[in-house]
């Protein structure tokens, strides 16, 4: 069955602290995501990576980076927080071009 | 610029009310449109992939449709369990996804 897992379902962090959001695959996929979903909004896309060490920006990558040294692994930093990252973030992963994406159960992090 | 409207923002039906919710897309070099159904505090989960107009897909009460212009997802007889968010998103000419920003379905018992 496949899964993707999110390292917390929710987090409260302090503005400026560093933040880390890792994802885990267990399904080989090259594809890589990371989304915040705020209300209203819909799902906004912040960074990709279709291999590793790959990286390309989505609509919103302003404060955010990404790591991704393994297949299964992606992670997303949020250098120093800010109460406008408050937010619900999700990941997702996808095999080869046109296939659906996989999500997580997703991060709600609240920034102080 | 490429975008994905629904309609309604909510619904709220009883038990056994059949009803639609809509997917209005302009999304330049359409290869398809997902949908996706979200439980409060989860992460989307997928339903199904529509190609070309024409195309439709069912599962359970649930059959999507699609046109050049909209997506539909049809629920017949729905029961309190299949209240969610309901989610589609156009694929764009990069594979891109472009999102709506849903549908929240209440049923009520």
């Known amino acids: 069955d496949v899964k993707v897992t999110q390292s917390s379902r929710y987090l409260v962090k302090r503005t400026g602290e560093k933040v880390f959001l890792e994802c885990v695959q267990d399904?080989?996929?090259?594809?890589m995501f990371w989304y915040r979903q705020d209300p209203g909004l819909g799902l906004r896309l912040i960074y990709f990576?279709?291999?590793?060490?790959?990286?390309e920006k989505g609509d919103i990558p302003e404060g955010y980076s990404v790591s991704r040294e393994k297949k299964e692994r992606f992670s997303l930093i949020l250098e120093s927080a800010s109460t406008n990252q408050t937010s619900m973030y999700l990941c997702?992963?996808?095999?080869?071009?046109?296939?659906?994406?996989?999500f997580g159960p997703g991060t709600r992090l609240t920034v102080t | 610029e490429d975008q994905v409207t629904q309609s309604p923002e909510a619904l709220r039906l009883q038990e056994g009310e059949s009803s639609s919710l809509n997917c209005s897309y302009t999304?330049?070099?359409?290869?398809?449109l997902f949908w996706y159904r979200q439980d409060p505090g989860k992460g989307p989960e997928f339903l199904f992939t529509?190609?070309?107009?024409?195309e439709e897909k069912e599962k359970e009460r649930l059959k999507a449709t699609l046109t050049k212009k909209e997506s539909f997802l049809h629920i017949t007889a729905p029961k309190p369990e299949d209240s969610a968010t309901y989610l589609c998103?156009?694929?764009?000419?990069?594979?891109?996804?472009?999102w709506g920003a849903g549908t929240k379905l209440i049923i009520k018992p």
């Open positions: 399904m080989d996929h090259e594809n």
């Open positions: 999304v330049s070099g359409l290869r398809g």
């Open positions: 529509l190609y070309s107009a024409g």
């Open positions: 990576s279709y291999d590793v060490k790959m990286k």
């Open positions: 997702a992963s996808r095999g080869p071009s046109f296939n659906e994406q996989y």
């Open positions: 998103a156009g694929v764009d000419s990069n594979y891109q996804l472009i």
